[in-house]
């Protein structure tokens, strides 16, 4: 048996551990903050490209040494108002989505129905879900948020009244608490609105 003196038994040790760390972090595919990525503006869908938005995006996604944004093919730009109108930016990492935010034109209902409709997949029934000041009505919590807003009046498109739902989704998070979650989620839900409300050439004020 080889004998190991005292003085190097530490060092070795250490070494051994930190290959280990290192063999961990690599085989889990986890970055560390030194390696995380910076959104941009520039590499942002149009519907999040605002500062507040771009604020939010890089502290609630997780870690990732690279992101992806797609979006809908600008079709979203009608002449005017119509009722086939959608827009949708997803976020990625490899294949995984990480967030996607997507807005669609809907026959204006009554707001409980949305919000039954938009949050049926919230986890616990619907726990820690609460309003905000938006739109005809606002709902937030730590995984997704949503706003349902005005866009036209009967008369202007066949069928009715039309309202925009837009709904924003968090599929992995970052490590901040709840509470900024939250907050990072309205203020990407209200800038996909804002957009959506401009895009779709809605007559209604927004109420945002």
Do not use: Q
């Amino acid at each position: 048996m080889i004998s190991i003196p005292k003085t190097y038994r530490a060092p070795i040790a250490l070494t051994v551990a930190a290959s280990l760390a290192v063999g961990i972090v690599y085989l889990s595919g986890i970055s560390t903050s030194e390696d995380r990525a910076t959104v941009k503006a520039a590499d942002s869908c149009s519907s999040l490209k605002t500062d507040r938005a771009i604020t939010a995006l890089n502290r609630a996604l997780p870690n990732r040494s690279e992101y992806s944004f797609d979006e809908d093919p600008e079709e979203a730009r009608p002449v005017e108002a119509t009722d086939t109108y959608s827009n949708s930016c997803f976020v990625r990492a490899d294949r995984d989505i990480l967030l996607s935010a997507r807005a669609r034109m809907m026959v204006a209902e009554p707001p409980n129905t949305w919000e039954e409709e938009v949050f049926k997949d919230v986890s616990s029934g619907g726990r820690r879900v609460t309003g905000f000041a938006a739109g005809i009505r606002g709902l937030a919590s730590p995984e997704k948020a949503a706003v349902f807003i005005p866009c036209v009046p009967k008369g202007e498109i066949p069928g009715g009244g039309y309202n925009l739902s837009v709904v924003v989704d968090l599929k992995e998070r970052g490590d901040v608490s709840d509470a900024k979650l939250r907050e990072d989620l309205i203020s990407l839900t209200l800038s996909a609105a804002n957009y959506a409300h401009k895009s779709s050439k809605c007559t209604l004020p927004s109420r945002i």
